[in-house]
């Protein structure tokens, strides 16, 4: 299983913006996925989760009500809509997924998210 996020960039605050994540492989049928971000000096946080097969989605922190998180099945890809960004946004955000275990085994490489005021 390999992960492969992409979309990040520079964006002006107040933009949207949309991360993908194509996952390699067929995830377990109790997989769950995720979005995290790390921002410079901190930990990683985690930001949202969807259920693959039934698309079920949790949302954690300041990101609820400004980021979507959603699945294409037919495509094998995760996605993290995100609007109203903030300087505060600034991340290298990271998808990884759970293939049922609990524990986020699997992660992808990172893609850097830069709003500026």
């Known amino acids: 299983v390999q992960l492969q996020a992409s979309g990040g960039g520079l964006v002006q605050a107040g933009d949207s913006l949309r991360l993908s994540c194509v996952l390699s492989?067929?995830?377990?049928?109790?997989?769950?996925m995720g979005w995290f971000r790390q921002a410079p000096g901190k930990g990683r946080d985690i930001l949202a989760t969807v259920r693959w097969i039934t698309g079920a989605t949790v949302y954690f922190g300041s990101v609820k009500g400004r980021f979507t998180i959603f699945r294409d099945k037919a495509k094998n890809t995760v996605y993290l809509q995100m609007n109203s960004t903030k300087p505060d946004d600034t991340a290298v955000y990271y998808c990884?997924?759970?293939?049922?275990?609990?524990?986020?085994?699997?992660w992808g490489q990172g893609t850097l998210v830069t709003v500026s005021s």
């Open positions: 990884a997924l759970d293939p049922g275990s609990g524990a986020w085994g699997y």
């Open positions: 492989g067929r995830p377990f049928s109790s997989a769950r």
